[in-house]
C-alpha cells in the first residue's frame, strides 16, 4: 500500500488549501485516515482523523473550525480542506492510514505518504 499525498503550496495567511491523499494498492476494506504535520524543529504532531465510512472525525483542537477532513472511498481519496491558514500551520502535512482504528498516535498508523509542504505567509 502506498500513499501519496499533494496539494500543497504557498498561501498568505487567511486563504486556502486544500490537500489530498491517495490510496494505491488498497485490498481490503477502506483505511481509517489521518493527517499529521512536521514543522521545522517540532515534532510530528496530529492535525485530523477519519474513519472509514466518514462519518467520524476527530481534530487536533487548534484546527477545529477551519480544517475539514474528508474522504471519497470510491476513488480511495482522503482530503483536507484548511481554511484561515495562519502561520503556525506552516509545516510538511503527511497523510497516514491504519487497519485498526481511529488514533490520534502516530505509532498507531501503518502506511505514511511522502509529505506535502505547506507555507503560510504572514
Known amino acids: 500500500v502506498q500513499l501519496q499525498a499533494s496539494g500543497g503550496g504557498l498561501v498568505q495567511a487567511g486563504g486556502s488549501l486544500r490537500l489530498s491523499c491517495v490510496v494505491i494498492?488498497?485490498?481490503?476494506?477502506?483505511?481509517?485516515m489521518a493527517w499529521f504535520r512536521q514543522a521545522p524543529g517540532k515534532e510530528r504532531e496530529f492535525v485530523a482523523a477519519i474513519n472509514r465510512s466518514g462519518g467520524t472525525t476527530e481534530y487536533k483542537s487548534s484546527v477545529k473550525g477551519r480544517f475539514t477532513i474528508s474522504r471519497d472511498n470510491a476513488n480511495d481519496m482522503v482530503y483536507l480542506q484548511m481554511n484561515t491558514l495562519q502561520p503556525e500551520d506552516a509545516a510538511v502535512y503527511y497523510c497516514?492510514?491504519?487497519?485498526?482504528?481511529?488514533?490520534?498516535?502516530?505509532?498507531?498508523?501503518?502506511?505514511w505518504g511522502q509529505g506535502t509542504q505547506v507555507t503560510v505567509s504572514s
Open positions: 494498492g488498497r485490498t481490503r476494506s477502506p483505511y481509517i
Open positions: 497516514a492510514a491504519n487497519q485498526e482504528f481511529i488514533s490520534a498516535r502516530q505509532a498507531d498508523y501503518e502506511y
